[in-house]
């Protein structure tokens, strides 16, 4: 293993190759580093794969059998799973820094160099030869497959400049390397791996297998020293003929991925992935709502199953009623937005486009996707509220009043026209688990919880309903 202290400041590093010899340094290959580094992590406990949710029972004990035994892998799942996030939480086993010859760009190991230039440099300093520290985030390339990718794009070309000159159209040094030697001594990612046309694929079977490339005529014996790992969708991975059997044969493991297998994962990840501007509040109610939502969604027949319904559009879901409660803020003086029921309709349309519907449902897209939410919202009010009792706030409308609500009402004037009622402290610790249940001290909570609620038993057929401009009516 690398024996070099553990620093900071890789400027105190050794910054030769004799150094880095007295230094005690010791070459391993990436798997060997990746395995060793994930071996490590297991035994302290230490969290392996950041920022994954869901997968801990399914794909990545299957993802990690794959690392140990070093094999390069295939990644198979719907959109929207986790794929390129999972595959790019592999860098982070790497060693923080790795020492590479300096001014080459295949990254090459100052004991093992593999490009030419970098042997010529090596043959030329001797134990003098500059070394350059690299991180391990340098040491991560990706390349998204789409049919314009050319083999110069992935493994590289002659390049004219150098031919200009003056060196040979023989000399090894006029090779422009592409993005896969340049990924040498680290991972490589090859999203939507279908996408690239057969020919292209041809030109990564070497890669794979022999880890060497061939570039217009040049054999060049590059013994490539990396982990590659490439995404696909299951629909196009199975049609015959958009991955040549050669290549898939290469690969030493396929996982296939999955959506979040229970809801609070669903509610963890979209939590966890959605960004919001500083001082909007979003209830767990609301993120709960919006993750049932989704989950129906995938779930519905209306919806084209083999294409998926991505984690995205839960995400951007939560982000558009976050932004909803901050444009009512700004136009109605609020001073800490915090996200109602009301804010989400407006995602219907919004995200529409994020989802394939069966061609019977042509022009019923949104009339599906409001049944599938209030769906949501009925399941999400049993669940949050199943066990509160409210029957005062019901017979606040015995006397055939009526309260509007909507997405310009402030949260104060939602709570003045409702009006003061036994339960309501009960309401906002529900939605607001970390408050002290004082609706006076929780304007935003409060209405979120009351308008909720209010939803809830409309839902519930306890309430009626109105729909008015902007917002909705409430009576018995």
């Known amino acids: 293993m690398n024996r070099l202290p553990r620093v900071s400041d890789h400027a105190a590093l050794p910054q030769t190759l004799g150094a880095l010899r007295a230094a005690g340094h010791v070459h391993r290959s990436v798997k060997d580093e990746i395995r060793e580094n994930l071996l490590r992590r297991m035994r ?6 950041p920022g994954i949710v869901g997968f801990d029972e399914t794909v990545l004990p299957q993802l990690e059998r794959s690392l140990l035994a ?9 959109r929207g799973q986790g794929k390129t996030r999972l595959i790019r939480t592999i860098a982070g086993l790497l060693d923080e820094w790795s020492p590479a010859v300096a001014g080459c760009a295949l990254n090459d190991h100052p004991y093992a160099p593999v490009s030419p230039e970098a042997r010529r440099l090596a043959a030329e300093y001797g134990d003098d030869l500059p070394v350059v520290w690299r991180h391990r985030s340098e040491r991560y390339g990706e390349k998204l497959a789409t049919p314009d990718t050319s083999v110069g794009d992935l493994v590289g070309d002659v390049d004219p400049v150098r031919l200009a000159e003056g060196r040979s159209l023989g000399d090894p040094e006029t090779v422009h390397y592409g993005l896969v030697p340049r990924s040498n001594r680290g991972v490589f990612c ?3 791996l279908p996408d690239l046309a057969a020919r292209i694929q041809v030109a990564l079977l070497n890669v794979l297998e022999e880890r060497d490339v061939q570039i217009r005529g040049y054999r060049l014996r590059l013994p490539l020293d990396m982990l590659v790992v490439a995404s696909a969708n299951p629909e196009d991975y199975t049609n015959r003929g958009r991955i ?5 044969d290469r690969f030493g493991a396929e996982v296939r991925t999955h ?6 994962d669903e509610v ?3 939590e966890q992935e959605s960004g919001f501007a500083d001082g909007v509040l979003v209830p767990p109610h609301l993120a709960e709502i919006v993750a049932r939502f989704t989950r129906l969604v995938r779930e519905s027949p209306s919806v084209d199953e083999r294409s998926g319904v991505s984690a995205r559009f839960a995400i951007a879901a939560l982000e558009t009623a976050a932004a909803s409660a901050e444009r009512r803020a700004a136009l109605v003086g609020e001073e800490r937005p915090v996200a109602r029921v009301c804010d989400l309709p407006g995602v219907v349309h919004t995200l529409r486009g994020k989802v394939e519907f069966e061609v019977s449902e042509e022009g019923r897209e949104a009339e599906v996707l409001r049944h599938l939410l209030r769906r949501a919202t009925y399941d999400a009010f049993r669940s949050v509220l199943g066990g509160v009792d409210l029957g005062p706030l ?3 409308f015995s006397t055939g009043e009526t309260v509007e609500s909507g997405e310009l009402v402030s949260a104060t004037e939602l709570l ?5 009622f036994p339960g309501l402290a009960e309401l906002v610790k529900r939605v607001a688990p970390d408050s002290d249940g004082a609706p006076e001290a929780t304007p935003g909570y409060a209405a979120a919880g009351l308008e909720f609620a209010l939803e809830g038993l409309y839902l519930n057929r306890r309430l009626s309903k109105d729909t008015v401009p902007g917002g909705a009516r409430y009576r018995t």
């Open 70 to 78: 070093g094999h390069d892998v295939v990644l198979l799942g719907e």
């Open 190 to 192: 090859l999203n939507e």
């Open 44 to 49: 302290s406990g230490q969290e392996r794969f």
């Open 268 to 270: 963890a990840l979209v």
């Open 416 to 420: 003045d026209r409702v009006g003061p």
């Open 394 to 396: 019901v017979e606040r």
């Open 244 to 248: 040549i059997t050669p290549l898939k």
């Open 259 to 264: 959506y979040p297998p229970e809801l609070a």
